[in-house]
Nanobody, 119 residues
């Protein structure tokens, strides 16, 4: 399974960005897919995740500002980030939990995309 993330960049505080992540490879089904982030000197943390049924979970720090969505037909997940703050600066990693064949499930990571919030 390969995860290709895109959409990162430099944005001013209060601005918006939209991240995308496409999952490809030998995928039977994706249970959950989402985003983690890692800021310099900090541990990687969950940002948002969405299940195959559409249930979502967000970090408290992004609730009300970020929205996760997915297109199951395209194996794609999106993260709409609004009202960005300098503390949102981090490398954002796409993550999914997927079945690659019947009864075999694994967790996979993308390469990361850098989001920098600065004036």
């Amino acid at each position: 399974v390969q995860l290709q993330a895109s959409g990162g960049g430099l944005v001013q505080p209060g601005g918006s960005l939209r991240l995308s992540c496409v999952a490809s490879g030998s995928i039977v089904s994706i249970n959950s897919i989402g985003w983690y982030r890692q800021a310099p000197g900090k541990q990687r943390e969950l940002v948002a995740v969405i299940t195959s049924g559409g249930s979502t979970n967000y970090a408290d720090s992004v609730k009300g500002r970020f929205t996760i969505s997915r297109d199951n037909a395209k194996n794609t997940v999106y993260l709409q980030m609004n009202s960005l703050k300098p503390e949102d600066t981090a490398v954002y990693y796409c993550n999914c939990n997927a079945y690659v064949r019947v009864g075999v499930r694994g967790t996979y990571w993308g390469q990361g995309t850098l989001v920098t919030v600065s004036s």
